[in-house]
């Protein structure tokens, strides 16, 4: 007869399993020990695509008030630094106090333009279609974002990042020339809307 005595069941792993079965913080998908971990989920990011064709690029950067006064060659080069953006609807373009970093141009959908209001959630500033562009002010100054930019609904954009434009302009100095005295009349042309905005406001408060 074997002296081997029946195993006695430990009421410590029970009380273990029914303390994991129970414990928020454990997921019940958890892999076993020792097996192998499941690949962590991406965050959304836009998808980049590969460039444009360069003659549509240019196109479109010809309707950008800081590109539009160059010439066709400078506006080649610049086109060439150019990708494709890809945003589905609702996602995060960029945020309030993040520092600007691209320029955009839209190629499809809509971008919304937004403030956080405390106390009162997001206050929309403007919905950008088709054809017009954002975020051209990081290109000149260093100061972080203004405002939040959302996709609207789903949206194809042409970006330019600054780095690669500020490296284009360091070996191309007539490039670089022609786009300061660009920059320069499109503020020009701003401070004189806004300008004239104040006296007609100031012009109506008084009836």
């Keep these: 007869m074997s002296d081997e005595k029946p195993a006695v069941a430990d009421d410590s792993d029970d009380e273990e399993l029914e303390f994991l079965e129970h414990d928020p913080s454990v997921s019940a998908a958890a892999p076993a020990a ?13 998808i980049v695509g590969t460039s444009m064709p360069i003659e549509q690029a240019v196109e479109l950067l010809s309707k950008v008030n800081i590109f539009s006064g160059l010439q066709p060659n400078y506006l080649r080069r ?11 609807a609702n996602a995060v373009v960029f945020t309030e106090g993040t520092q600007g970093d691209k320029v955009y141009l839209i190629l499809s959908g809509a971008i919304r333009i937004s403030r956080n209001v405390p106390g009162m959630g ?18 000149i100054d260093d100061f972080p974002r203004s405002a939040d930019a959302h996709a609207h609904e789903d949206s194809r954009l042409f970006v330019i990042r600054k780095d690669d434009l500020a490296d284009l302009l360091f070996v191309d100095r007539d490039l670089a020339y022609d786009l300061l005295w660009s920059f320069v009349r499109t503020l ?13 406001l100031a012009v109506t408060n008084r009836f």
């Design 34 to 46: 020792g097996a192998a971990s499941a690949a962590p989920v991406a965050p959304a990011v836009p």
């Design 78 to 88: 610049i086109a060439a630094l150019g990708l494709e953006e890809l945003h589905p």
């Design 122 to 139: 997001e206050e929309a500033l403007a919905v950008l279609k088709a054809g017009t562009y954002f975020g051209e002010m990081a290109l």
């Design 188 to 200: 020009a042309g701003r401070l004189r809307e806004t300008n004239d905005k104040m006296t007609f």
